[in-house]
């Protein structure tokens, strides 16, 4: 007896926090990708440019002061032209902005395909999630999530890459020639100006990740309650709860707004509290350069040489409190998506799990049988207790009872969307925690009661139970589930946008879209939940005889409310609060005169009142 796996706490995952740092290393295998030299080579030849562009900027300086002295009185006025100089100085400027080009250029490659890798990445570990994560998510707030992450990742790699990065190349080799041309001193309080600055930024940017952190929680609050809403749109419509509705999103916006006004209040502060700090260290070593001029210590082209350093530094460190806080909420919201990357699924194909496909081909294909299944959504809530039944390959089982009794529990229990708590769910012998989830999932084809269709045309819906079927195919399919007259009737046939979720479509046009789909799939397991609930009698009666057909070769559960769609069902379970009340066929079940016999009295007489009363 085997037990599933713990459920994975959503909420307290999301709240695990890491610093910058780890985050920042979570990026390294996206921008050094393994077996992928041409890309490793462009990061090398970036960090190249990145140097080779900083050496250039701080060369600058260097040759524009010397052409300055050599223009001055003190060397022989303007009698020599400094050709050489004036030239150097072109090209090294031009070498300045053109090395900083080609590493961007080079660099761009890699950085925008590190953020596709790693968003195709969060979708498809979303994809492979379970059921009990989906059932418990935000739909609107996970897509706000993985859209700022991209955006933050984006962000770092431009800013922390090229700004950050090259302000410290720089920063360190202005601090290297200013000690070399002048003094300690001057080397002194140009460090300790950038260092003031940086450690207000970094204590006053603490604050503000707070704050930002609560505006994006409002923020994914309001999205998810508007997306919310706006799915629910005819549910709100029934019930008048417009009114209702906006003053809930109001709320959501009320306090993204609080929240917004403290997160630019206190960017104002700090911009002006690293204003305060530049300034101050640019007049204090200004007055130290004058008096420089003054004694005779230093040239004019020296005095130019430091105050054309110092505004050169003053530029990106002003412009670094900008980038340092689109870095920090870069890195939080990057955070969030590697928080979900590290969301755990409570089912996972085992190592070494086999193909389906491949065992059932050397036998039998589709015996599924359930051997003592026990199954709860909780410790406290207990739905399957010891379900023991078989169906043979080919036949047909059909599972009814009152709601709540657990019959749609068992279809997601077969297709694996739960591990069960005990016992085990085989198919042609093997347990389907020893399969691939890939290969369980191609076999077996499920008709849900609630039909959801994609945003896409009705070819579309009905291919995707076999992408890349024909039109033949497609239409074929179509004709069996009773649809195709329906769908040739409209203006653009099979290319007709269904709408969000289906919804320009009837509920017996979406069910008979998607029981099209399921038989374009030709799985060799049917699970039949509901699937012509939505139908009115005629065309459930047509359709029934479509579904006949096609499951006359195949395994087929049918979980089913009314009873008069199952009389032909091999066998027939009546589960009663998680246990199997009743088994036997329609007229055995009948001669028992137990749960069966009265749910069937009760439909007969409700379907009786149900039909038109003829008169005179």
């Given at each position: 007896?085997?037990?599933?796996?713990?459920?994975?706490?959503?909420?307290?995952?999301?709240?695990?926090?890491?610093?910058?740092?780890?985050?920042?290393?979570?990026?390294?295998?996206?921008?050094?990708?393994?077996?992928n030299a041409v890309a490793r080579l462009r990061v090398l030849a970036a960090v190249v440019c990145l140097v080779?562009?900083?050496?250039?900027?701080?060369?600058?300086?260097?040759?524009?002061?010397?052409?300055?002295?050599?223009?001055?009185?003190?060397?022989?006025?303007?009698?020599?032209?400094?050709?050489?100089?004036?030239?150097?100085?072109?090209?090294?400027?031009?070498?300045?902005?053109?090395?900083?080009?080609?590493?961007?250029?080079?660099?761009?490659?890699?950085?925008?395909?590190?953020?596709?890798?790693?968003?195709?990445?969060?979708?498809?570990?979303?994809?492979?999630?379970?059921?009990?994560?989906?059932?418990?998510?935000?739909?609107?707030?996970?897509?706000?999530?993985?859209?700022?992450?991209?955006?933050?990742?984006?962000?770092?790699?431009?800013?922390?890459?090229?700004?950050?990065?090259?302000?410290?190349?720089?920063?360190?080799?202005?601090?290297?020639?200013?000690?070399?041309?002048?003094?300690?001193?001057?080397?002194?309080?140009?460090?300790?100006?950038?260092?003031?600055?940086?450690?207000?930024?970094?204590?006053?940017?603490?604050?503000?990740?707070?704050?930002?952190?609560?505006?994006?929680?409002?923020?994914?609050?309001?999205?998810?309650?508007?997306?919310?809403?706006?799915?629910?749109?005819?549910?709100?419509?029934?019930?008048?709860?417009?009114?209702?509705?906006?003053?809930?999103?109001?709320?959501?916006?009320?306090?993204?707004?609080?929240?917004?006004?403290?997160?630019?209040?206190?960017?104002?502060?700090?911009?002006?509290?690293?204003?305060?700090?530049?300034?101050?260290?640019?007049?204090?070593?200004?007055?130290?350069?004058?008096?420089?001029?003054?004694?005779?210590?230093?040239?004019?082209?020296?005095?130019?040489?430091?105050?054309?350093?110092?505004?050169?530094?003053?530029?990106?460190?002003?412009?670094?409190?900008?980038?340092?806080?689109?870095?920090?909420?870069?890195?939080?919201?990057?955070?969030?998506?590697?928080?979900?990357?590290?969301?755990?699924?409570?089912?996972?194909?085992?190592?070494?799990?086999?193909?389906?496909?491949?065992?059932?081909?050397?036998?039998?294909?589709?015996?599924?049988?359930?051997?003592?299944?026990?199954?709860?959504?909780?410790?406290?809530?207990?739905?399957?207790?010891?379900?023991?039944?078989?169906?043979?390959?080919?036949?047909?089982?059909?599972?009814?009872?009152?709601?709540?009794?657990?019959?749609?529990?068992?279809?997601?229990?077969?297709?694996?969307?739960?591990?069960?708590?005990?016992?085990?769910?085989?198919?042609?012998?093997?347990?389907?925690?020893?399969?691939?989830?890939?290969?369980?999932?191609?076999?077996?084809?499920?008709?849900?009661?609630?039909?959801?269709?994609?945003?896409?045309?009705?070819?579309?819906?009905?291919?995707?139970?076999?992408?890349?079927?024909?039109?033949?195919?497609?239409?074929?399919?179509?004709?069996?589930?009773?649809?195709?007259?329906?769908?040739?009737?409209?203006?653009?046939?099979?290319?007709?946008?269904?709408?969000?979720?289906?919804?320009?479509?009837?509920?017996?046009?979406?069910?008979?879209?998607?029981?099209?789909?399921?038989?374009?799939?030709?799985?060799?397991?049917?699970?039949?939940?509901?699937?012509?609930?939505?139908?009115?009698?005629?065309?459930?009666?047509?359709?029934?005889?479509?579904?006949?057909?096609?499951?006359?070769?195949?395994?087929?559960?049918?979980?089913?409310?009314?009873?008069?769609?199952?009389?032909?069902?091999?066998?027939?379970?009546?589960?009663?609060?998680?246990?199997?009340?009743?088994?036997?066929?329609?007229?055995?079940?009948?001669?028992?005169?137990?749960?069966?016999?009265?749910?069937?009295?009760?439909?007969?007489?409700?379907?009786?009142?149900?039909?038109?009363?003829?008169?005179?």
């Amino acid at each position: 007896m085997r037990s599933a796996a713990p459920p994975p706490q959503l909420p307290a995952s999301l709240q695990v926090q890491r610093s910058g740092i780890q985050t920042v290393l979570s990026l390294v295998p996206y921008l050094w990708p393994a077996g992928n030299a041409v890309a490793r080579l462009r990061v090398l030849a970036a960090v190249v440019c990145l140097v080779l562009a900083k050496v250039a900027t701080v060369g600058v300086p260097l040759i524009y002061a010397r052409i300055i002295d050599r223009l001055t009185p003190a060397h022989g006025g303007m009698l020599v032209l400094p050709v050489a100089l004036v030239v150097a100085y072109g090209l090294t400027r031009i070498g300045s902005s053109g090395f900083g080009e080609l590493r961007d250029a080079l660099f761009a490659a890699v950085g925008q395909r590190a953020v596709r890798q790693l968003a195709l990445r969060t979708f498809q570990h979303l994809h492979g999630l379970s059921l009990r994560f989906h059932l418990d998510r935000q739909t609107g707030g996970l897509a706000r999530i993985i859209d700022r992450a991209t955006q933050g990742m984006q962000s770092v790699l431009r800013l922390a890459v090229f700004n950050v990065v090259p302000t410290a190349i720089e920063l360190a080799l202005v601090t290297i020639v200013i000690w070399r041309l002048f003094d300690w001193r001057f080397a002194a309080a140009t460090v300790l100006a950038v260092l003031a600055y940086i450690v207000f930024t970094m204590l006053f940017a603490s604050r503000r990740a707070r704050l930002r952190r609560t505006m994006n929680d409002t923020d994914n609050d309001a999205s998810t309650k508007a997306i919310d809403s706006l799915l629910n749109f005819e549910t709100v419509k029934y019930f008048g709860n417009e009114a209702h509705e906006a003053a809930r999103y109001d709320a959501s916006l009320a306090r993204y707004e609080r929240a917004a006004v403290k997160v630019q209040v206190s960017l104002n502060m700090l911009n002006l509290g690293q204003a305060v700090i530049i300034v101050t260290g640019l007049t204090i070593i200004m007055l130290m350069a004058a008096n420089g001029m003054r004694d005779g210590s230093m040239t004019i082209g020296k005095f130019v040489l430091i105050n054309t350093y110092l505004m050169q530094l003053y530029q990106p460190l002003n412009f670094l409190g900008m980038v340092y806080m689109t870095i920090r909420q870069g890195l939080v919201d990057m955070e969030q998506m590697f928080r979900l990357l590290r969301v755990p699924s409570d089912v996972t194909d085992r190592p070494g799990a086999m193909e389906l496909a491949a065992h059932l081909s050397e036998g039998p294909a589709g015996d599924v049988c359930f051997e003592n299944v026990s199954f709860g959504y909780g410790p406290d809530r207990a739905i399957l207790r010891g379900v023991d039944f078989a169906v043979p390959a080919g036949r047909k089982l059909a599972i009814v009872g009152p709601t709540g009794a657990g019959k749609s529990t068992i279809s997601r229990l077969l297709f694996r969307f739960y591990d069960v708590t005990s016992g085990r769910i085989t198919i042609d012998g093997q347990d389907i925690r020893d399969l691939t989830q890939q290969s369980l999932h191609s076999a077996i084809g499920v008709v849900p009661q609630d039909t959801v269709l994609f945003n896409d045309t009705i070819r579309y819906n009905i291919a995707y139970g076999r992408p890349g079927a024909s039109q033949d195919e497609i239409e074929d399919a179509a004709r069996l589930a009773q649809v195709h007259d329906f769908v040739m009737k409209l203006p653009d046939g099979y290319d007709t946008q269904v709408g969000e979720r289906g919804l320009k479509l009837s509920g017996g046009e979406k069910q008979r879209v998607a029981i099209a789909r399921t038989i374009l799939k030709d799985p060799r397991i049917l699970i039949l939940d509901e699937a012509t609930s939505a139908l009115d009698t005629r065309t459930e009666q047509e359709i029934q005889a479509a579904l006949r057909g096609l499951a006359r070769y195949r395994t087929t559960l049918v979980i089913a409310h009314r009873l008069s769609t199952v009389v032909d069902a091999d066998e027939i379970i009546v589960l009663s609060e998680g246990r199997i009340a009743e088994r036997g066929t329609h007229e055995a079940l009948l001669a028992q005169r137990g749960l069966y016999t009265r749910m069937w009295a009760l439909q007969t007489i409700e379907q009786e009142e149900a039909e038109p009363v003829e008169t005179d």
